[in-house]
């Protein structure tokens, strides 16, 4: 989260542990569970440094503001300057492949760094104008890859696709709150010498752990008949009804939902169909994602196991293709209106 640097006035410390603290020890802690959580698939690492990048600001925003350490306020906006071009790349990996060669694209995301260090040698007045446009301009850029909804997400595990979804849209909303608040605070600057500076930066430290929690949220929740899925009234138009045809056959006959790790990418090498032609396809003839469709399949699986065996819901979870709970939870009751539990104990 940005804070003004423009000005480095001395303010009142605070005479309690600062917010910022508590924000950067949970932030560790999510880097943990993110790092253990994907050791045994390779790390989406932007996403990865930008955790440790946000837990350090979070940091020295404490030592800044809470402490009157002054000298920081030097590297805090070139820190700064990396948060959104990290964010914007971690979702790239999600999106698509890009046809840039890597170096060509670091170069890319290191421009907002570099203009900062320029401003700070040239025109310190403008770093702070300069950090707005570049966490407005980037969240704009996040929004226009997700322009397509879940589905943008091709290289991401239909399991996950929604949770990954609503996440990164909180992640961008998170990149315009902390514009608005580095802006709020350059006017109160202005305005009225910082008297409300420490009162605004600790509201936007609580603004954060609010936003973490609400993607955190968003990650255990996502509604249909209960019996088995079946899918909704397809669009009389000849492609797409051969698209999702070919799609229906490969679900049926080789079972490709329960690979937990299909992906729309995946999906469509495998069918030989565009992937912008499968989810156009699915979306207007069914009125839902890819994800959706592929994780109806799965549900409807679960639910035959469920009422036919007396497998545990566990290991039913893990045979359609679902790896956490709160994804096959989530999907079930969206599919079913009712916890896996409740189904077995009604068909039983």
């Not at 030592?63 to 350490?69: A, F, I, P, S, T």
Request: aromatic fraction near 8%; charge should be positive; charged fraction near 20%.
């Amino acid at each position: 989260m940005m804070v003004t640097y423009s000005s480095l006035r001395s303010h009142q410390a605070m005479i309690f542990i600062p917010l910022p603290f508590v924000v950067a020890l949970l932030l560790l802690i999510l880097f943990v569970v993110v790092l253990r959580r994907d050791e045994e698939v390779e790390p989406n690492r932007p996403f990865l440094v930008l955790i440790l990048l946000t837990a350090l600001q979070s940091v020295l925003s404490g030592l800044r503001w809470g402490y009157g350490v002054q000298t920081i306020g030097v590297i805090m906006p070139v820190i700064a300057a990396m948060v959104p071009p990290l964010a914007y790349a971690g979702v790239s990996r999600l999106v698509r492949t890009s046809r840039r060669p890597l170096p060509l694209r670091i170069a890319l995301h290191a421009v907002p760094t570099a203009l900062i260090l320029s401003l700070m040698a040239l025109w310190r007045d403008a770093i702070d104008i300069a950090l707005v446009l570049i966490f407005v301009g980037y969240a704009l850029a996040i929004l226009l890859l997700m322009r397509p909804g879940a589905d943008a997400l091709r290289l991401a595990p239909f399991e996950g696709v929604v949770p990954a979804y609503r996440a990164i849209i909180f992640a961008a909303a998170a990149l315009c709150l902390s514009a608005a608040v580095d802006t709020f605070v350059f006017l109160d600057f202005t305005w009225a010498h910082g008297e409300h500076a420490l009162t605004l930066i600790s509201v936007s430290n609580l603004a954060a752990l609010v936003v973490l929690g609400i993607a955190a949220a968003a990650a255990s929740r996502s509604r249909a008949p209960a019996e088995m899925v079946e899918v909704g009234p397809r669009l009389e138009t000849s492609e797409d009804k051969q698209t999702i045809a070919t799609i229906d056959a490969l679900m049926e006959t080789r079972q490709l939902y329960r690979d937990a790790n299909l992906n729309l990418d995946r999906l469509a090498r495998k069918a030989g169909i565009p992937a912008r032609q499968i989810s156009a396809a699915i979306n207007r003839a069914m009125d839902k994602n890819v994800s959706q469709y592929v994780n109806d399949y799965r549900i409807g699986e679960a639910c035959r196991l469920l009422a036919a065996t007396q497998k545990p819901v566990t290991e039913v979870m893990f045979e359609v293709g679902f790896q956490t709970k709160s994804n096959f939870n989530r999907e079930f009751r969206r599919v079913t209106d009712m916890t896996p539990l409740a189904w077995r104990q009604r068909k039983g």
